[in-house]
């Protein structure tokens, strides 16, 4: 299956989501982990944001949705 997996190095999106620089993890602020579906049609259709940084869809459960597409 491919699909694209961009990068944000100016945190942009990461602020339009809603998930900068939002958990403290060690000494450092860092980014919320969060995880997005987006269809072809720019359609959001799948969201999860953590609430800590070990909580993160498990890999099936990501197949599960893209396959919903």
């Known amino acids: 299956m491919n699909y694209p997996l961009p ?5 942009t999106v ?3 989501y809603g998930v900068a620089f939002q958990m403290r993890i060690h000494t450092e602020v860092s980014n ?8 072809r049609e720019g359609i959001l259709r799948y ?4 609430t800590t940084y ?3 869809p498990k ?3 990501i197949l599960a949705e893209l396959k919903k597409l």
């Open 47 to 50: 969201e999860r944001r953590a």
């Open 7 to 11: 990068t944000d190095p100016t945190q």
């Open 14 to 16: 990461n602020a339009l």
């Open 32 to 39: 919320r982990p969060a995880t997005f579906i987006i269809d």
């Open 54 to 56: 070990g909580d993160r």
């Open 59 to 61: 890999p099936n459960d």
